[in-house]
């Protein structure tokens, strides 16, 4: 069992840029992919960013240039940068972490909210 624990949200101006991390209770290091997902009212949940263990990287199209995820195994955390942060950007945003045998964990998510 991994707990996973985002901080890091907040409100922001458009334009502006936020860093979410993503702690994880135990080693990352099985993990095969580590990635950023986020749900606005009323919409689905959607793959922000990913990357696997050997750091490969994908990103939604709405967000490529813009975001950047990266993972630190030695501190068991995931990161997400946001710049050029839009209106449409907010949402809440939960860390998903895939496991190749035990499956997959979720965090409790973070609010971001892009706003002037």
């Known amino acids: 069992q991994v707990q996973l624990v985002e901080s890091g949200g907040g409100l922001v101006q458009p334009g502006g840029s936020l860093r979410l991390s993503c702690a994880a209770s135990?080693?990352?290091?099985?993990?095969?992919?580590m990635g950023w997902y986020r749900q606005a009212p009323g919409k689905q949940r959607e793959l922000v960013a990913s990357?696997?263990?050997?750091?490969?990287?994908n990103y939604a199209d709405s967000v490529k240039g813009r975001f950047a995820i990266s993972r630190d195994n030695a501190k068991n955390t995931v990161y997400l940068q946001m710049d050029s942060l839009k209106p449409e950007d907010g949402a809440d945003y939960y860390c998903?972490?895939?496991?190749?045998?035990?499956?997959?964990?979720w965090g409790q998510g973070t609010q971001v909210t892009v706003s002037s």
């Open positions: 990357i696997t263990t050997g750091g490969s990287t």
């Open positions: 135990r080693s990352i290091f099985g993990m095969s992919t």
């Open positions: 998903n972490a895939k496991h190749p045998i035990f499956g997959e964990y």
